[in-house]
T-cell receptor, first 113, second 112 residues
């Protein structure tokens, strides 16, 4: 079953705590994207990897956010320290180099109190 | 930067009605993608268009790549309650690789 998986699906935490979100891209896909979705801003691209190397993270607040791909089957997005304004749904998507089609995971709904 | 404008922003229709929505851009796109997002889920790719003038169907959904390459249309025929969701158009960001620009979405509500 070829799907992008994300964990956790929901996370409630207190301001100042570290949050780690995980994504398993579709097997064989070599591009991975992290998006944030809010009612006000819609879908915003945070970071983009190809073959595990970061290609663009200009959409990500660098002081508190970090994104990595420890291996081809795992991408992580970390927020430290978290703030209430980080509350949003975070999506991971994967695709193949040369194709514009991106396939999204179910998202992690983050609430920072 | 590139922007995609979707209209209408929301629609409230009766079950059985046909639906039309569109997406426009000030710049040319060489690919148009249509996604549907249901509550609590991620966007799901419905239709991909690669050629100006192309008309592609997926069940009751039909999408067209505008001949000017600056717009695309999505039609849903004989709507049903499970068509409820937000429909997004997207196109490749010409500035970089496989990045996509997304429209603001059309929220569809269907009354049984």
């Amino acid at each position: 079953d070829a799907r992008v998986t994300q964990t956790p699906r929901h996370k409630v935490t207190e301001m100042g705590q570290e949050v780690t979100m995980r994504c398993q891209p579709i097997l064989g896909h070599n591009t991975v994207f992290w998006y944030r979705q809010t009612m006000m801003q819609g879908l915003e691209l945070l970071a983009y990897f190809r073959n595990r190397a970061p290609l663009d993270d200009s959409g990500m607040p660098k002081d508190r956010f970090s994104a990595e791909m420890p291996d081809a089957t795992l991408a992580t997005l970390k927020i430290q320290p978290s703030e209430p304004r980080d509350s949003a749904v975070y999506f991971c998507a994967s695709g193949l180099r040369g194709s514009n089609e991106q396939f999204f995971g179910p998202g992690t709904r983050l609430t920072v109190l | 930067g590139q922007q995609l404008n979707q209209s209408p922003q929301s629609m409230f229709i009766q079950e059985g009605e046909d639906v039309s929505m569109n997406c426009t851009s000030s710049s040319i796109f060489n690919t148009w993608l249509w996604y549907k997002q249901e509550p609590g889920e991620g966007p799901v790719l419905l239709i991909a268009l690669y050629k100006a003038g192309e008309l592609t169907s997926n069940g009751r959904l039909t999408a067209q790549f505008g001949i000017t390459r600056k717009d695309s249309f999505l039609n849903i025929s004989a709507s049903i309650p499970s068509d409820v969701g937000i429909y997004f158009c997207a196109g490749p960001n010409n500035n970089a690789g496989n990045m996509l620009t997304f429209g603001g979405g059309t929220r569809l509500m269907v009354k049984p």
